[in-house]
């Protein structure tokens, strides 16, 4: 089995999950938290590197106020109960997204629970937060104009490298696979400009019903990929000689 180094994950369809069950919406939610949690464990098993879950994206702010509401308190629990687990288990736990959108008591315990595990050497967790790739790309074009006007670079000095390393992702691999749930097969404004080249595996089971099982699954199948980077296969490249 290939492990990926960084997997992303589009946690979707606890609302369908929920209504599947009878259940008001939000039990979906709590569903896929005990879903999340179990799969986090996983991939430190596993030996993934980096594991990036899109928690809530910039979009997810027009949802019912009591929805929000509700996703901003399975936060602060996670942070409240977990940072002990995060760092027995060695995992560096970070965030990309709009932290001034969010509650002011839920930005400090993001920031406590990543002050505290800012040693782990194992997986790094990052929780995709009121995150929309959009808007950061749009930082990250404000923050390099900002270089330029001030004279710090020059326009001919702006390449690949430039915008990568302003993203909010700098410090990360590319993801290798990005996993969506529930059958949507879309990226919904997630990591746009670091997707260039990574696998995409959609599963029809809704998150809340996936398991360790589906996720080796995804990594079976990632496995089998002959992933070129736009070259060609290197026997192809003998051929051709
Ligand atoms: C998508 O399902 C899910 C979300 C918008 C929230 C994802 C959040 C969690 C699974 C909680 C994870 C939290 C932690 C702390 C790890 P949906 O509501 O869009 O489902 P639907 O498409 O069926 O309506």
Redesign the pocket.
Known sequence: MKIPQHLAI??????????KHHRP?VY??????R???KI?QECSRLGVKYLT?????TE?WL?PQA?VAF?MQ??R???KR?TQNLIKENIRFTIIGELDRLPSDVVASISSAMEATQHCTGLNLV?AISYGSRQELTQTVKAIAEKVALGHISIDEINEVTIQSNLSTATMPEPDLILRT?G?QRLSNFLLWQAAYSEFYFTEQ???DFTEADLKDSFENYGSRQRRFGKIAHEHEIALN
């Open positions: 589009i946690m979707d369809g606890n609302g369908r999950w929920a209504q919406r979906g939610h709590v569903k896929g938290t879903v999340a949690k986090i879950l899109y928690a809530f994206s997810n949802r929805e996703l399975i936060l629990r996670y942070l977990e929780f529930s949507e809704l998150w809340p």
